[in-house]
């Protein structure tokens, strides 16, 4: 159902806003997270939903610091604002609301506004539902120079920008970097056993029993330079790379980079246009720190590393829970 048809349809039935708020939060759990373990939890009242993070479901091997669980988190909070103001609600965000509490990530409050029209939120609304993290091969067709203009300028939060590699050198060292970070990351037993539980759960969308088989593979061999092999092929034919970068660092920032990513996400499905997240450089310190001399400012923290390409993107969506799961 088109967008238009969503909001005419609610606009002439009774909805109550219970039944809209767990509509808004059906859009809202489509949005990626790291190793897809859909790391946020909610708590809803008559005009409000407060966001928080699952530390059940954090990586604590791979995501030690926490900074992919907390861009996980705004991915799902940029999906919600985007679906709330399709809907004709304005929305109210207070971030971290009591600093004693690190899991209540954002404050949500929603009123309605039989007038606003946010045509930019209901174009990045209407594929909400067709985003995908793309994992092949891209296309050979490079990303012409207007629209990595607009790539740039869905990265809009506050304090976030997006610095795009194209350069071959500087994605040649880029790949290095990625390489190394697979040889180190799984060299690891902790790491395999973490990320083989996770292949274990069907995370991906694979069947119980070539999940099952999987997760002893990764848990038990040391499968690090086949996995090098393989990133570094993507990483050498992908148009270009993307590093999402700010100048300080906070919880709050690793939010909105979780944001910009997921509005830049889905514009580049509007422009049929893969995105595939390549983190293996930012979950280990030494290496994250050469990966941000790359950066167009000095001292700055990258956030969030991809690659980005054309791409078919007509793939299955990788599992969701029910909306009830995620309600506390």
């Known amino acids: 159902m088109s967008t238009h048809n969503l909001i005419h349809n609610r606009s002439r039935s009774t909805t109550t806003m219970e039944e ?13 997270s790291s190793h897809n373990t859909q790391p946020w939890k909610f708590r809803v009242t008559e005009d409000q939903i407060q966001i928080y993070a699952d530390f059940n479901r954090w990586l604590a091997v791979a995501d030690a610091d926490r900074r992919e669980l907390y861009i996980s988190v705004g991915c799902a909070l940029e999906n919600l604002l985007l679906a709330a ?44 539902m067709r985003r995908r993290t793309y994992h092949h091969r891209f296309q050979t067709q490079p990303i012409e120079k207007k629209v990595q203009e607009r790539l740039k300028a869905w990265a809009y939060p506050d304090g976030v920008d997006l610095y795009l590699v194209e350069d071959v050198e500087h994605k040649h060292k880029i790949e290095e970097l990625i390489v190394q970070g697979d040889a180190i990351q799984f060299a690891d037993p902790d790491f395999r056993q973490e990320l083989g539980y996770l292949v274990g759960q069907s995370v991906f969308g694979t069947s119980w029993l070539i999940s099952k088989m999987g997760q002893w593979v990764v848990t038990h061999l040391n499968v690090g330079k086949q996995q090098s092999e393989k990133d570094a092929a993507l990483i050498e034919q992908a148009p270009l790379i993307g590093i999402l970068y700010t100048k300080n660092n906070s919880r709050e920032v690793e939010v909105k980079v979780g944001q910009a990513y997921e509005r830049l996400n889905l514009g580049c499905t509007q422009l049929n246009i893969g995105v595939q997240p390549m983190s293996q450089p930012l979950e280990v310190p030494a290496l994250k720190q050469q990966l941000a001399k790359f950066l167009p400012y000095p001292d700055s923290y990258p956030q969030h590393l991809f690659r980005i390409g054309y791409a078919d993107l007509e793939q299955k969506p990788t599992p969701r829970k029910e909306v009830e799961e995620f309600l506390f």
Do not use: G
């Open 85 to 128: 103001h399709t809907f004709r609600y304005r929305c109210k965000v207070t971030y971290f609301p009591d600093p004693s509490q690190e899991d209540w990530v954002a404050d949500v409050k929603l009123k309605n506004d039989p007038d606003l029209h946010d045509e930019e939120s209901m174009a990045l609304f209407s594929y909400v």
């Open 20 to 32: 809209l708020i767990k509509l808004l939060l059906r859009y809202t759990i489509m949005a990626p």
